[in-house]
């Protein structure tokens, strides 16, 4: 199939499946006469492998890592895998706890605010923001 059918079948616009044929992470089997790519089953899979890798967070370097494992199985055990997958998730869970605390800090510096018509001469919000105590 050319690029172009590619892109209907996975979602991923043209531009995208050329970039991450740039990237090595997908690999047309071949050219038409007139130069056209051309690509295979195996190359929908690997963008489906993509999508959902994606979807859980993994990031195109992490991608690339992955789909060299899948294409390589034999070479590699589910250890290695999942030690991936693992940082991942750690990296994740560190996010969210960061996150988590960006939240903690606006609530109380939100709830402080009076949120009033009065000049923010002495708003809570600023003076917290300009507050270099840490």
């Given amino acids: 199939m050319r690029i172009g059918e590619l892109s209907k079948n996975t979602g991923f616009q043209v531009e995208t499946l050329r970039f991450y044929e740039?990237?090595?992470?997908?690999?047309?089997?071949?050219?038409?006469?007139?130069?056209?790519?051309e690509y295979d089953q195996e190359s929908l899979k690997q963008l489906h492998f993509i999508q959902q890798a994606?979807?859980?967070?993994?990031?195109?370097?992490?991608?690339?890592?992955l789909l060299t494992l899948?294409?390589?199985?034999d070479q590699h055990s589910c250890s290695e895998v999942k030690t991936i997958a693992e940082q991942k998730l750690e990296q994740i869970e560190?996010?969210?706890?960061?996150?988590?605390?960006?939240?903690?800090a606006l609530h109380k510096i939100t709830d402080a605010c009076c949120g009033g018509a009065e000049p923010a001469t002495s708003c809570t919000i600023l003076n917290a923001l300009d507050n270099t105590d840490d």
Avoid: C, H, W
Wanted: avoid cysteine.
């Fill in 22 to 37: 740039k990237q090595g992470l997908i690999a047309p089997v071949g050219r038409t006469e007139s130069g056209y790519r």
């Fill in 54 to 65: 994606k979807s859980v967070g993994f990031s195109l370097n992490e991608i690339s890592e």
């Fill in 70 to 73: 899948r294409v390589e199985r």
């Fill in 94 to 104: 560190s996010k969210i706890n960061e996150l988590n605390k960006m939240r903690d």
